[in-house]
């Protein structure tokens, strides 16, 4: 049997613009090292270590692929890689604009869909109708080009950080009025580094991409930003009721394990289930006829059995509606009455476009979930417990990266060292992927496969990037052993971070100490109170990084805004999430917390620190 996928007319345009778009000098050619690049560009899903097989592949002949390579080689893919996921987000007959790219060498044209601009004006509309600051911004016509131009001055991307992850940014730090250039790109940095800090992928996005109203880029952060606000909740520790979606025979873990994804589909098909329909298995094609949505919101739909909440009778008649674009508008009109007809319109449904389906769905369950908590189930409701700090920042450090899969659940979903494979490259410890097993694993004998790997990277760890790891394995990994599993990711983290400064400072090796020297070199010169160490108790009130972020940007500290002595913990808060918003805005990619100034942690201090000593050494 034929496995390949044919490549049609619109895919081999798609393909051409990919190529185009990293082709910059319009050769004909692009090196091997430009591939990720490449399969990025052309929405083609694949993970690193299967674009590695392909370069290593690619290496036996030649050093440079062009275009007619390229081709042979998506048509090559099977289609079990990339056929289900190739271009999906976008309907290629409709709905597409292609806009004037990034290189002028090449003419390159980039596309972004008209549908998933129209579903996130009118959210960022509601979301934002009653913020005074959005007031010169808000409401945009989501039949115009105006969403493109409002995220220019930043503050738009800083309300909606602040409604997917309350409290990222402190208000006091947003430049609100009388912006100028300066003040826009300040505005920005902290948008971009503090989208960053919550899992955004933002490696590629940079000020001027959002000044200049880059379609796809914007487009890209708003639905990484609104996609982790939707999905905050879907998710066990948040919302013990969820337990009611636990099948016979499965385990609470198996449900800890689900993707916020595969949550909503089976909280879906629960609802389906009771109804007495049959389930779906996707939010394309699969809903395309409205039916199943139909008998979820009468499902969820208040009934009046709650105190306070009156009913909301949904009518079904629409079910009859032979045409599926009509039925899909008298189903958006049901979700209407529920306050819930968001992302959608009758187009998106009748032409199943995934994305914003999921957005649909994702909201309606937010609203109404409709699930009770089981009361007589034997479950240890002990095992429920959200992640701690530390693991969310590793968490959001890692999917900022851009690791793929993403990781939903720290333990879980590093248990087969695939996403740390991908962080040994990112701190420049060759992986040699001949050695490690790729999913899908088997489930016989598939948690070996997954364990010979975390052994591997637990070798890599000791062997090639020096670290102490004594007392770690490969079984502690796999199985989720959180101490350990920890220890290997500070590791990480803490090199990542002292490889920014080594290759700032020609490659020199940097220590904690250098890091203290630094620092108190930089207070000293500016007038301010040095540090011992990044245990100093003066660091719970925040002052030394905030002395010190004015000392790398001269005014920028208001400090009739801060107390300084004798502080309550209120007020040590205050200043410390007054400190880690204006080291991003100064542009310091941080990704500690305020709690972790306050009560003076010493690694999230050591990486506030060095991140403001790249920002400085960058102005040096």
Not at 37 to 52: D, E, H, S, T
Not at 318 to 344: H, I, W
Not at 459 to 475: C, H, M, N, Y
Not at 554 to 581: H, M, Q, V, W
Request: aromatic share 6%.
């Amino acid at each position: 049997m034929d496995t390949t996928s044919p490549i049609t007319q619109d895919d081999l345009e798609e393909l051409r613009e990919a190529f185009a778009k990293i082709d910059v000098d319009n050769n004909g050619f692009i090196s091997k090292d430009k591939l990720t690049a490449l399969f990025k560009a052309a929405n083609l899903p694949l993970p690193g270590y299967r674009i590695r097989e392909i370069i290593q592949e690619l290496t036996k002949t030649s050093d440079n692929l062009t275009f007619e390579e390229f081709i042979n080689m998506v048509h090559g893919l099977k289609s079990s890689e990339v056929a289900k996921t190739f271009r999906k987000a976008i309907n290629k007959k409709e709905g597409i604009c292609n806009v004037a790219g990034t290189s002028e060498q090449s003419g390159t044209q980039h596309s972004y869909s008209e549908e998933e601009r129209v579903a996130f004006v009118n959210w960022v509309n509601k979301a934002l109708e009653k913020d005074g600051d959005s007031k010169h911004l808000l409401p945009m016509d989501p039949n115009s080009n105006e969403l493109f131009a409002a995220v220019g001055d930043g503050i738009l991307l800083c309300k909606m950080i602040n409604l997917s992850v309350p409290d990222t940014i402190d208000e006091r730090t947003i430049n609100k009025k009388k912006l100028t250039p300066f003040t826009i790109q300040e505005n920005l940095n902290l948008a971009l580094n503090s989208a960053s800090a919550i899992g955004c992928h933002v490696v590629n996005i940079g000020a001027e991409d959002l000044k200049e109203g880059r379609q796809h880029l914007v487009l890209g952060l708003l639905w990484q930003i609104i996609k982790i606000g939707l999905f905050a909740d879907i998710e066990l520790s948040r919302n013990e009721a969820l337990i009611a979606l636990l099948r016979d025979g499965e385990s609470l873990e198996d449900l800890m394990k689900l993707s916020p994804e595969e949550l909503l589909l089976r909280w879906a098909n629960y609802h389906l289930e009771q109804a007495g329909c049959p389930k779906i298995n996707n939010f394309g094609s699969d809903i395309k006829d409205s039916k199943a949505y139909y008998n979820i919101l009468n499902q969820v739909a208040p009934k009046g059995d709650e105190d306070g909440v009156p009913p909301i009778a949904i009518d079904m008649s629409g079910l009859r509606e032979k045409d599926d674009l009509k039925r899909a508008e008298s189903m958006l009109e049901q979700a209407d009455r529920l306050g819930c007809r968001q992302f959608v319109m009758a187009t998106d449904v009748t032409r199943g476009n995934p994305k914003l389906n999921l957005a649909f769905v994702a909201n309606l369950f937010n609203k109404y979930p409709a699930l009770k908590k089981p009361e007589n189930q034997d479950i240890d409701w002990s095992l429920i417990e959200g992640e701690t700090r530390e693991e969310r920042t590793f968490r959001n450090w890692m999917n900022s990266l851009g690791v793929n899969p993403r990781v939903n659940h720290l333990y879980a979903d590093i248990d087969d060292a695939l996403v740390i494979f991908q962080l040994y490259e990112k701190i420049k410890v060759p992986v040699n992927w001949d050695k490690v097993n790729k999913p899908p694993y088997s489930k016989l004998g598939g948690n070996m496969k997954k364990l010979e790997n975390c052994n591997y990277a637990v070798d890599l760890g000791k062997k090639e990037a020096k670290f102490s790891l004594v007392g770690i394995a490969g079984q502690d990994l796999n199985e989720g052993k959180r101490t350990l599993t920890l220890a290997l990711l500070w590791q990480l983290m803490r090199r990542y971070t002292l490889n920014i400064l080594e290759d700032l400072g020609d490659g020199q090796k940097v220590t904690d100490d250098t890091i203290v020297t630094w620092v108190n070199d930089t207070l000293t010169q500016a007038g301010k109170s040095t540090i011992s160490s990044f245990k100093d108790a003066s660091i719970s009130s925040s002052m030394p990084v905030l002395d010190l972020i004015d000392a790398i940007q001269p005014g920028s500290i208001r400090y009739d805004l801060l107390k300084t002595e004798d502080l309550t913990e209120e007020e040590k808060l205050n200043n410390a999430k007054y400190a880690i918003s204006m080291a991003r805005k100064i542009g310091a990619r941080v990704y500690a917390l305020p709690e972790d100034l306050m009560e003076v942690k010493p690694k999230m201090v050591m990486t506030v620190f060095a991140c403001l000593m790249a920002r400085g050494l960058k102005t040096a």
